[in-house]
């Protein structure tokens, strides 16, 4: 799976993004997807993931102003993200995963990232 991730940019808190990330491949629609993202200095974290079936999970940080959502017909995963902070400055990263129970976990397949800056 090739994965492509736009819709990153700069903007003011409280502002919003959506973040799009097109997939190739012909198991989009049976695969988990997941975005992901690392500000300088930290480790690269899960923001939310989403099954193949539409069911989410979000981290704590996120839930709320954040929304996971695909369009299997477009082969795509959006982001919406919503009252952003300073602290959501980072590159975003989408990723086509598994999920084992309720847990998602992300395989070897990533995008190039896009980045989100959020000034105060």
């Known amino acids: 799976v090739q994965l492509a991730e736009s819709g990153g940019g700069l903007v003011q808190a409280g502002g919003s993004l959506r973040l799009s990330c097109a997939a190739s491949g012909t198991f989009f629609s049976i695969t988990a997807m997941g975005w992901y993202r690392q500000a300088p200095g930290k480790q690269r974290e899960l923001v939310a993931a989403?099954?193949?079936?539409?069911?989410?999970n979000y981290a704590d940080s996120v839930k709320g102003r954040f929304t996971i959502s695909r369009d299997n017909a477009k082969n795509t995963v959006y982001l919406q993200m919503n009252s952003l902070k300073p602290e959501d400055t980072a590159v975003y990263y989408c990723?086509?995963?598994?999920?084992?129970?309720?847990?998602?976990?992300?395989?070897?397949?990533w995008g190039q990232g896009t980045q989100v800056t959020v000034s105060s």
């Open positions: 990723n086509a995963g598994y999920y084992r129970g309720s847990m998602y976990y992300p395989a070897n397949s």
């Open positions: 989403i099954t193949s079936g539409g069911s989410t």
